[in-house]
């Protein structure tokens, strides 16, 4: 009896096993196929001169061409920039609208779908509709402004001074809609007693929301905030739609960057597809975004200490 | 023993459903159900689709060859889709490549030299013309030919607004630079906000003026004779263009192009320019409301021509190596370089006629605005300075961060030099480009001097 116990759980660890494996399997395949090989594919270019048809080797050329290539590094310092501004915004306005939204009043899905339709919008169509709301003489937002009392029209798209605003605006549109739902989803999983207790104790609305639903919600937060600087960092498709990184490079962010090394400047036609090049940019920017995304989980678990 | 199965069959069945779609596609077929032999046909142009399928069908139905054409438009990333096809074994037998750089096709095999099929088609011959329009590295390189042309588009003309023009008191465009911007800058000054002297696009601006107004001055960014990059030229053409925006001459945005020509459309701004393509945009696409346009020559630096302006040969069809049926292929690149098929295509004004035969068979009454855009004797295709890798910006986007101001003239003359001349040294030294000299060049006939490929 007390031999054969220990061999139907080994026996039965071994099926548990076997079934892990099985379900796993499709997944692992996509992964290998999907996401695994494309990066080495795109690796092993990283020492070639490659224009999609001809690949030559080049050794440490592209390397030092990087080292040395100033455009790259400026995108870098504006990709943070950007990253940046967005986060101040974005984080502030999803978790407000959250909070305004969770509230037992009539119509609340409405704002909700409202504002949750930017994220649903292909960022090149909302590119696109913001180039009209942008424009300097015949745009939207001026037209508003000058009928306020506003003296002459902000060049919101061709000036260096402006472009980043311009740019952070979009930004925010396109993706508050997103974290404010992750936010509402999380308010609901807090328990109503708990908000009932503080009640009782006398909290008001502030003291509510910063000593029971932002404590609480911090999980969340959390998952939040990696997902909004990841993919600020990673923003690219409707800047390249509204500003074409310029004017003068100004809105240029890294991966608009290596977009135009891979697929040849689309706007002036003028250089060919440097898929070593870019390929090389392309770890390089991954790097970064890792370092990013390590740093801010090493910040975030001594915030948890702390708290 | 049961479950372990049931699991098995589950998995087998998910990892089907993911599996099945990546080896799916299959390949080819080269005969269609009614035994045909069907030749893949790939263009990247939509503006003349209705024609080209209109004629595809035609020949379709009637072609004795025992041939179908199956004609795919792919007008996105044309350039890489037909890599990607080369590579998997399902490239097109014929495919539109005159905008696809020659070291592309001619190094890499992808396309089949024409030189045996066309020295074999004398009806070919005479309507294409094609050893008068053999451009060495662009549809050509060491003696093969891989396709020809059959139209043209025009170098870039200024378009102008004239019933802005002679309300503000002028008649006609001024034939130097500098009396072209003072002209727009008194039609602003006329205009109080209302209307504007000239508009810019954002998409490569510097290409639609002032880079083809110093072409017409004899300024070129390549060096032909020595064989190097060299920008110091466009010095006084830049820093006439900033007044553009230094005197606020120029509608204050820069939008995409459609979107300026939307603006010219409805007389915001009384000067544009571009190629012939505004032919068919400002009477079809974007029509042009309530005013006379007119076509004219861009203005140079002293009012003479001293360069040649740059034109575009278009429309050349090319077999793809990979094929299976070259003798049929060359028959469908027949019909396309048809005289009958031209005949139509040139008429509708899809494309300026690029041989001296189809100028004269086709009836230009019927080609509308496009024959105000006709090729000028100073119009001609450059041969192609070699493609380098470049790091950051290339020299289209830095000279017009020039113009507005945002960096330096001089510095960017300087940083441009330094940047591709690098790269052609290191690209010629991996072997990934040749470095091209013509050492007879003529900036005024820079196509008929004897270039020379070097390796070092």
Redesign the interface.
């Known amino acids: 009896m007390n031999n054969k116990a220990p061999r139907m759980v080994k026996k039965e660890d071994k ?1 548990d096993r ?2 892990a494996i ?2 796993l ?2 997944v692992v ?2 992964l290998l ?1 999907c996401s695994i090989y494309p990066f080495i594919w795109m690796f092993r270019y990283v020492c070639y ?1 490659y ?4 690949a ?3 050794g440490t ?1 592209n390397f030092t ?2 080292i ?5 590094w400026t995108s870098v310092g504006h990709t943070f920039e950007y990253a940046l501004y967005k986060l101040v915004f974005i984080i502030p306005l999803a978790l407000i609208c959250a909070v305004l939204l969770n509230q037992k009043i009539k119509g609340t899905s409405v704002f909700r779908a409202v504002y949750f339709m930017p994220t649903v919008i292909s960022s090149s169509i909302s590119g696109m509709i913001f ?1 009209f709301i942008f ?4 745009g939207i937002l001026n037209g508003m402004l000058m009928a306020l009392g506003m003296d002459a ?1 902000i ?1 919101w ?2 000036s ?1 001074d402006y472009v980043m605003s311009a740019v952070t605006v979009l930004a925010v549109w396109g993706g508050f809609g997103n974290y404010m739902l992750y936010f509402i989803t999380g308010m609901n999983v807090i328990s109503e007693d708990v908000y009932e207790a503080a009640k009782i104790d006398g909290a008001n609305g502030v003291q509510t929301f910063f000593k029971i639903t932002l404590p609480m919600l911090s999980p969340i937060l959390k998952v939040v905030l990696m997902l909004a600087i990841t993919g600020a960092f990673k923003d690219y498709e409707a800047i390249m739609v509204l500003t ?1 990184g ?5 809105s240029m962010v890294m991966f608009l960057y290596i977009y135009n090394m891979i ?3 689309g ?8 898929i070593g ?1 870019g390929a090389l940019l392309s770890v390089v920017a991954a790097i970064i975004v890792g370092i990013v995304t390590i740093a801010y989980q090493r910040i975030a678990r001594k915030l948890d200490d702390v708290m | 023993m049961k479950r372990a199965a049931k699991m098995l069959l589950l998995a087998g069945i998910i990892l089907s459903l993911f599996v099945g779609p990546v080896f799916a596609g299959g390949s080819s077929e080269s005969s269609s159900s009614d035994g045909k032999i069907v030749i893949e046909v790939w263009s990247e142009d939509r503006h003349d689709m209705e024609y080209v399928e209109s004629k595809v069908a035609e020949y379709n139905a009637t072609n004795t060859d025992n041939i179908q054409i199956n004609l795919t438009i792919i007008s996105d990333n044309f350039r890489n889709m037909l890599q990607m096809a080369y590579s998997g074994g399902t490239a097109p037998d014929v495919a539109g490549i005159n905008a696809i750089p020659i070291n592309m096709l001619a190094d890499t095999g992808i396309a089949m030299p024409l030189n045996d099929f066309i020295a074999e088609s004398p009806e070919y011959q005479k309507v294409n013309d094609p050893y008068n329009q053999i451009y060495e590295g662009t549809n050509a390189k060491n003696g093969n030919i891989y396709w020809i042309p059959t139209g043209m588009r025009s170098g870039v003309r200024v378009i102008y607004n004239k019933d802005l023009l002679e309300q503000c008191g002028y008649t006609e465009i001024p034939k130097t630079l500098e009396g072209y911007i003072d002209m727009a800058k008194d039609i602003t000054e006329q205009g109080n906000s209302r209307f504007y002297g000239i508009g810019f696009t954002n998409a490569s601006p510097f290409e639609r003026l002032l880079e083809m107004v110093a072409e017409m001055s004899g300024i070129y960014y390549y060096d032909y004779v020595n064989g190097r990059f060299d920008f110091s030229g466009y010095k006084p053409v830049i820093e006439l263009g900033r007044r553009f925006f230094t005197e606020n001459i120029a509608y204050p945005d820069q939008q995409g192009v459609d979107n300026m020509r939307a603006l010219f459309s409805v007389g915001m701004f009384a000067l544009w320019s571009n190629a012939s393509q505004e032919a068919a945009v400002f009477t079809e696409q974007i029509p042009v409301q309530g005013f006379e346009w007119g076509v004219a020559e861009l203005p140079t630096l002293t009012g003479e021509v001293t360069g040649a302006l740059e034109t575009t040969p278009s429309k050349g069809w090319g077999i793809i190596s990979s094929t299976d049926h070259p003798e049929e292929a060359w028959k469908v690149i027949e019909f396309f370089q048809s005289e009958d098929f031209l005949k139509g295509y040139l008429e509708a004004g899809y494309c300026l006629p690029s041989t001296d035969y189809m100028a004269s068979v086709i009836d230009s009454s019927k080609t509308g605005r496009l024959a105000d855009f006709a090729l000028k004797p100073y119009e001609t295709v450059y041969p192609k300075p070699p493609a380098v890798n470049l790091s950051g910006d290339d020299y289209r986007t830095v000279f017009w961060n020039a113009v507005m101001g945002y960096v330096d003239i001089d510095t960017a003359i300087n940083d441009l030099n330094t940047r591709y001349n690098e790269a052609l040294d290191a690209d010629v030294a991996s072997g990934s480009a040749t470095r091209l000299v013509i050492k007879d060049y003529d900036p005024l006939h820079p196509d008929q001097g004897t270039p020379e490929y070097l390796t070092e």
């Open positions: 099926k076997i079934a099985l379900m399997s499709p395949f996509l196929i001169d224009n999609g048809f001809n030559t080797f080049t050329r061409r990087m040395a290539d100033t455009t790259f180039t424009a300097t003489q015949n029209p060049p798209l061709t260096p074409q310029g004017p003068g490079n100004r697929f040849g400047s706007l002036t036609n003028m250089t060919q597809p440097q090049y």
